[in-house]
């Protein structure tokens, strides 16, 4: 399975805000929309992302007054994004290694979707009852 199958159930909606949105308006959208991150975008360019956990980082370092700067001093900066064509097992891989839960996709250098260690976990959940019961059914027939 590729990440295109993960896209093609969930839908290619990106949330997203802009580098100089205030962090207590992104812990909002997250909030709200029950999301893990956001993608922090100039236009059509990825700038960072914001997770959860860049939150807790600076919350830590800065305190309240980080709720009032930019997302742009609380995001990740170098951000690793996936293909289409990428497979769920290539998408584990790099979220265990690098301990990222979220990958923007891009394709042709346009952000296509996002996906998440949600969406991964899903997929091999319904591969491995598929499998369980086209083995049940090899069985009975047998």
Known sequence: MTVCAILSAKGSQVVSVAPDVKLSAALKILSEKQIGSVLVVSGTRIDGILSER???????KRGAVALD???S????????????SDTVAHLMEVMTAEKFRHLPVVE?????????????VKLRVQE??????????YINTA
């Not at 001093?73 to 289409?84: D, G």
């Not at 042709?108 to 991964?120: F, N, P, Y």
Request: with cysteine; proline share 2%.
């Open 73 to 84: 001093l609380a995001m990740t900066r170098k951000v690793v994004s996936c293909r289409l």
């Open 108 to 120: 042709e250098g346009k952000l296509v979707g996002m996906v998440s260690i949600g969406d991964v």
């Open 69 to 71: 700067e930019p997302v």
């Open 128 to 137: 491995y009852e598929a499998e369980q019961e086209a083995l049940r059914e």
């Open 54 to 60: 860049d939150v807790v980082h600076a919350l830590d």
